[in-house]
């Protein structure tokens, strides 16, 4: 029994794969908007669990589900407990034996290698602490389609050197495009990533010299889920690295904003940013729809 890919981040499919996906997930989505059915995944289903709640994740994987003719089971925290109890290794020798694919959105980036090592079937990562693998694809698709291929750009990271920022870092590896990543001292992705593509990242202290030139300008929460507790800290160490029209006004002139939501108006973003003519932020939450239907179709039909 070969052993199946899996996508715990960005770096497990090639480049030319990661090209395809978003192609792929722009035809997904005019096949869906011009009422074309596709059930590549009819009789299988997707087991996904939850040890972080989410709106947008779940949603939009139970969907993909639905509309490609599969199914999805949804497990939450109270139905799981991923290596409390069971270990890890156990449930997914388990899980993987019921199930064709399973989705995991938890803490730590371990548990999903740990599980994905003892799988028979492929696993997503739909987030964990160190990475966000699914919304990059997400971003890459929405750019795509507002402003052609991202390759040879440069993209502004803004805040927090959190797990989107680390899977832009691998994106733009794997994109081909350089990153900016602006934040505050104590605040950055972590050195070894920095280190290991210093090729395509540079950091940078103030927003205002961050943003020149950039062709995307991306943002989240400075306070990330599970950090509840420095809220009212990083409120004031972030308050100089607001996105806001007058920044946005910094990047190139065809620039785009993005955020992954739920956003913080009137912190990482100021109360009219969302509602900004650059800002894509609905297209982009719609599009974790399309490229994660692209992802399932890819790992399991082997289509690309």
Request: hydrophobic share 40%; net charge negative.
């Amino acid at each position: 029994m070969s052993s199946p890919r899996h996508f715990l981040t960005l770096m497990d499919l090639t480049p030319k794969e990661l090209g395809y996906l978003i192609q792929r997930a722009v035809e997904l989505k005019t096949m869906l908007h011009t009422g074309q059915f596709h059930e590549p995944l009819r009789g299988k289903t997707l087991g996904m669990i939850f040890e972080k709640s989410s709106t947008r994740t779940r949603v939009s994987f139970e969907v993909a589900m639905t509309q490609f003719g599969g199914a999805s089971v949804f497990l939450s925290p109270r139905d799981t407990q991923l290596g409390r109890g069971e270990p890890v290794e156990d449930s997914a020798r388990v899980l993987s034996r019921m199930v064709d694919a399973v989705m995991i959105r938890t803490f730590d980036h371990d548990t999903v290698e740990a599980f994905a090592a003892h799988s028979r079937v492929p696993v997503i990562n739909a987030l964990t602490d160190q990475f966000h693998p699914c919304q990059l694809l997400a971003d890459m698709q929405t750019y795509v389609e507002h402003r052609g291929s991202i390759a040879g750009k440069t993209v502004t990271w803004v805040g927090d050197g959190n797990n989107m920022c680390a899977s832009y870092i691998n994106a733009a590896e794997q994109f081909d495009f350089q990153l900016v990543v602006c934040c505050p001292e104590g605040f950055e992705p972590p050195a070894d990533l920095v280190d290991a593509f210093s090729h395509r990242v540079t950091l940078q202290r103030d927003p205002a010299e961050a943003v020149k030139g950039a062709h995307l300008v991306v943002t989240d929460v400075w306070a990330s889920m599970g950090q509840e507790d420095e809220q009212a800290d990083r409120i004031k160490r972030f308050s100089e690295y607001q996105v806001n029209p007058a920044l946005m006004g910094r990047a190139d002139p065809e620039a785009l904003f993005m955020h992954c939501l739920p956003a913080h108006r009137g912190e990482e973003v100021s109360h009219d940013m969302l509602d900004d003519p650059r800002a894509v932020v609905w297209d982009e939450a719609e599009n974790r729809l399309h490229a994660q239907k692209a992802l399932l179709e890819f790992l399991l039909t082997g289509t690309h």
